[in-house]
C-alpha cells in the first residue's frame, strides 16, 4: 500500500506493544539509521500505532538533533490522539512517557481504510480518547455518541472530530503550559493503572485503562460538586457499558496511588488533575489528596 511509493529507503522493524517503548528499542532504531548512513536531511516515516508514533518521532527528534519525520497513524487510538500535537516520548524504569519532547511532525496523514485491520478491542482503545475529547471540549457531540452503541459509531466522523479538537487545543497551548493539561482527564489514574498493570498477565491497552480513569476522574468531579450526578450516571453507565469493569485487587490500590505522583502535571509533592467543570468542559491543575484518589478507586471496584 505505502511501499511502493517511496524512495529508496530503509526500513525498520519494531515489535508491538507498550512493553517496547523503551530505551533499548530507542537504540536499535539508532543503530539502523546510523548504519544507513542517514544525515541530517533524511526523513522518517513512522507508519502503526501510538508506540511507533511516539517513539518514531522521539528517536528522529534527537538523532543527529533532529531529522524531519511523517507520522502515518494506522490505530483508531493513534489516529485520534497520539499522532497530533507533537508530544513524543518513550517509557522509563516502567514510568509511562517518563522521557519525550515536544517536536512537531512534518504532517501527519490519516485514513480511516487501516480501521479496517484492526480487532475490537483495539477500536474499543482508541474510542476512549473520543469519548474524552467530547466529555472535555463538546456537549453535543458527547449527547450523540452516548446514545449510539459502540458497534454503530461513525468512526470515519469522530476521527476528524477528534483531530479538530485536539488541534484547536494543541495550536493555543503547544508546550502544555496550561489549557492543553485538560487532554490529561482521565489520565493521572489512568496512566497508574496503565502502568500498574503492565508487567502483569492483566495488562490494559491504553485507551482500557484512561477509560477506567475516566470514570475514576468522574467520580472525583462529583465529589467536587463540579459536575452533576445526572451526567456522572451518564458516563458511568456509559463507560461501563463499552468497557466492562477492569479488576482492581485492594492491593493494587497504594502502588496504583503511588505512581501518581510521577505523573507530569504534578508540581513538587502536589497531585494535580484535569477535571470535568461541566458537560463539555474541563479545568486543569487541581490539587487531589491520596485519600481521594483511594475513595474514587474504591467506587469504580464496587463496579
Same mark, same amino acid.
Given at each position: 500500500?505505502?511501499?511502493?511509493?517511496?524512495?529508496?529507503?530503509?526500513?525498520?522493524?519494531?515489535?508491538?506493544?507498550?512493553?517496547?517503548?523503551?530505551?533499548?528499542?530507542?537504540?536499535?532504531?539508532?543503530?539502523?539509521?546510523?548504519?544507513?548512513?542517514?544525515?541530517?536531511?533524511?526523513?522518517?516515516?513512522?507508519?502503526?500505532?501510538?508506540?511507533?508514533?511516539?517513539?518514531?518521532?522521539?528517536?528522529?527528534?534527537?538523532?543527529?538533533?533532529?531529522?524531519?519525520?511523517?507520522?502515518?497513524?494506522?490505530?483508531?487510538?493513534?489516529?485520534?490522539?497520539?499522532?497530533?500535537?507533537?508530544?513524543?516520548?518513550?517509557?522509563?524504569?516502567?514510568?509511562?512517557?517518563?522521557?519525550?519532547?515536544?517536536?512537531?511532525?512534518?504532517?501527519?496523514?490519516?485514513?480511516?481504510?487501516?480501521?479496517?485491520?484492526?480487532?475490537?478491542?483495539?477500536?474499543?482503545?482508541? *474510542?476512549?480518547?473520543? @469519548?474524552?475529547?467530547?466529555?472535555?471540549? $463538546? =456537549? +453535543?457531540?458527547? %449527547?450523540? #455518541?452516548?446514545?449510539?452503541?459502540?458497534?454503530?459509531?461513525?468512526?470515519?466522523?469522530?476521527?476528524?472530530?477528534?483531530?479538530?479538537?485536539?488541534?484547536?487545543?494543541?495550536?493555543?497551548?503547544?508546550?502544555?503550559?496550561?489549557?492543553?493539561?485538560?487532554?490529561?482527564?482521565?489520565?493521572?489514574?489512568?496512566?497508574?493503572?496503565?502502568?500498574?498493570?503492565?508487567?502483569?498477565?492483566?495488562?490494559?491497552?491504553?485507551?482500557?485503562?484512561?477509560?477506567?480513569?475516566?470514570?475514576?476522574?468522574?467520580?472525583?468531579?462529583?465529589?467536587?460538586?463540579?459536575?452533576?450526578?445526572?451526567?456522572?450516571?451518564?458516563?458511568?453507565? *456509559?463507560?461501563?457499558? @463499552?468497557?466492562?469493569?477492569?479488576?482492581? $485487587? =485492594? +492491593?493494587?490500590? %497504594?502502588? #496504583?496511588?503511588?505512581?501518581?505522583?510521577?505523573?507530569?502535571?504534578?508540581?513538587?509533592?502536589?497531585?494535580?488533575?484535569?477535571?470535568?467543570?461541566?458537560?463539555?468542559?474541563?479545568?486543569?491543575?487541581?490539587?487531589?489528596?491520596?485519600?481521594?484518589?483511594?475513595?474514587?478507586?474504591?467506587?469504580?471496584?464496587?463496579?
Amino acid at each position: 500500500m505505502i511501499k511502493p511509493l517511496l524512495p529508496r529507503h530503509k526500513l525498520v522493524v519494531v515489535p508491538a506493544g507498550e512493553a517496547f517503548k523503551t530505551l533499548e528499542s530507542c537504540e536499535q532504531i539508532w543503530n539502523a539509521m546510523t548504519d544507513a548512513g542517514l544525515d541530517r536531511h533524511a526523513l522518517a516515516i513512522n507508519i502503526g500505532g501510538g508506540v511507533i508514533g511516539d517513539m518514531g518521532g522521539f528517536c528522529a527528534a534527537v538523532y543527529k538533533r533532529g531529522i524531519r519525520f511523517i507520522q502515518v497513524p494506522t490505530t483508531l487510538l493513534s489516529q485520534v490522539d497520539a499522532s497530533v500535537g507533537g508530544k513524543l516520548g518513550i517509557d522509563f524504569h516502567g514510568l509511562k512517557n517518563h522521557l519525550g519532547v515536544f517536536t512537531m511532525p512534518e504532517t501527519v496523514l490519516i485514513d480511516p481504510a487501516f480501521l479496517e485491520t484492526l480487532p475490537v478491542h483495539e477500536l474499543r482503545s482508541g *474510542f476512549a480518547e473520543i @469519548v474524552k475529547h467530547c466529555l472535555i471540549a $463538546d =456537549a +453535543e457531540k458527547w %449527547e450523540q #455518541i452516548r446514545k449510539i452503541d459502540f458497534e454503530n459509531q461513525d468512526f470515519p466522523d469522530l476521527i476528524g472530530h477528534s483531530v479538530g479538537i485536539k488541534s484547536k487545543i494543541v495550536t493555543e497551548d503547544p508546550k502544555e503550559k496550561g489549557l492543553r493539561k485538560i487532554l490529561n482527564f482521565g489520565h493521572t489514574l489512568g496512566h497508574a493503572v496503565e502502568t500498574h498493570f503492565l508487567g502483569k498477565p492483566k495488562r490494559l491497552l491504553h485507551g482500557e485503562a484512561v477509560a477506567v480513569g475516566m470514570l475514576m476522574e468522574a467520580f472525583l468531579s462529583l465529589q467536587r460538586k463540579m459536575i452533576t450526578k445526572a451526567l456522572f450516571l451518564q458516563i458511568e453507565e *456509559f463507560l461501563f457499558t @463499552v468497557y466492562g469493569v477492569v479488576e482492581i $485487587d =485492594a +492491593e493494587d490500590v %497504594e502502588p #496504583i496511588v503511588a505512581l501518581t505522583r510521577q505523573d507530569k502535571k504534578n508540581l513538587g509533592r502536589d497531585v494535580r488533575f484535569s477535571l470535568l467543570d461541566g458537560p463539555g468542559s474541563c479545568t486543569f491543575d487541581v490539587s487531589v489528596t491520596p485519600a481521594e484518589m483511594k475513595k474514587a478507586i474504591a467506587y469504580y471496584r464496587k463496579g
